[in-house]
Nanobody, 124 residues
Framework: QVQLVESGGSLVQAGGSLALSCVASSGTFSSYVVSWFRQAPGKEREFVAAVSWNGVHSHYADSAAGRFTISRDNAKNTVLLQMSSLKPEDTAVYYC?????????????????WGQGTQVTVSS
């Protein structure tokens, strides 16, 4: 069982930056792929970024590529999502999710563990 806790969400102006953190309770955290998803009001939850178990590999949704960076520190059971050049359309609740294995899937149903989410609001 893995418990995930996100933090770092805030209100920020367009063009600004923000860093989200996801901390896991499990000591086996390093064996999990971790991803960030987001859900805007009235929209479906969507994939944002994923990082491999060892932090070497990552990939991003088109909307995040070039602006967001995902990284992890397994010694601290932490995954970060650094966001820059934020846009109003980035406004959403951001969730981290973990899945056992090595495949960095984008499907919500492939993830076993979820955090409670953290709100990011980007004002224009």
């Amino acid at each position: 069982q893995v418990q995930l806790v996100e933090s770092g969400g805030s209100l920020v102006q367009a063009g600004g930056s923000l860093a989200l953190s996801c901390v896991a309770s499990s000591g086996t955290f390093s064996s999990y792929v971790v991803s960030w998803f987001r859900q805007a009001p009235g929209k479906e939850r969507e994939f944002v970024a994923a990082v491999s178990w060892n932090g070497v590999h990552s990939h991003y949704a088109d909307s995040a590529a070039g602006r967001f960076t995902i990284s992890r520190d397994n010694a601290k059971n932490t995954v970060l999502l650094q966001m820059s050049s934020l846009k109003p359309e980035d406004t959403a609740v951001y969730y981290c999710a973990a899945r056992a294995g090595w495949e960095m899937n984008r499907k919500i149903s492939d993830y076993d563990y979820w955090g409670q989410g953290t709100q990011v609001t980007v004002s224009s």
